[in-house]
């Protein structure tokens, strides 16, 4: 399925928010927030569920090399 091209000004606001989460998410004061044990287990699930996901499925962008 073919993605829509965004427009010039969506894809700025888009890439500017994403460069602001990161020079938040760098921040030493945010990165000794503590974090909940729990949220870090749905993290991890979720994040393990998206990367078999695709390969599962067939329908991944990449080959797998080995």
Request: proline share 3%; net charge positive; charged share 30%.
């Amino acid at each position: 399925m073919a993605q829509k091209k965004q427009s010039g000004g969506s894809d700025r606001r888009w890439l500017a928010t994403l460069i602001e989460s990161f020079e938040t998410a760098t921040r030493s004061d945010v990165r000794k927030a503590p974090c909940s044990r729990a949220l870090l287990r749905a993290v991890r699930a979720h994040l393990a569920a998206r990367k078999a996901s695709p390969a599962k499925q067939g329908n991944s962008r990449f080959v797998r090399l080995a």
